[in-house]
């Protein structure tokens, strides 16, 4: 149904690749900052539940 309006848009094949380029940059930045973490900061947060 909708192949058929995607036919008649020029440059309907742009947003295929700009949506896998931001779903990979995005995931990308967040295996970075999961990575760079503090580990002083990491064990606080982990040790939140434990303190009350």
């Given at each position: ?6 036919e ?14 931001v779903?990979?940059?995005?995931f ?11 580990k002083?900061?990491q064990?606080h ?5 434990l303190?009350?």
């Open positions: 149904m909708f192949k058929h309006y995607f008649q848009m020029d440059g309907v094949s742009i947003y295929p690749i700009f949506s896998l380029l779903f990979f940059f995005f990308l930045g967040l295996g970075w900052h999961v990575f760079r973490f503090d002083k900061k064990q947060i982990e040790n939140l539940p303190d009350e």
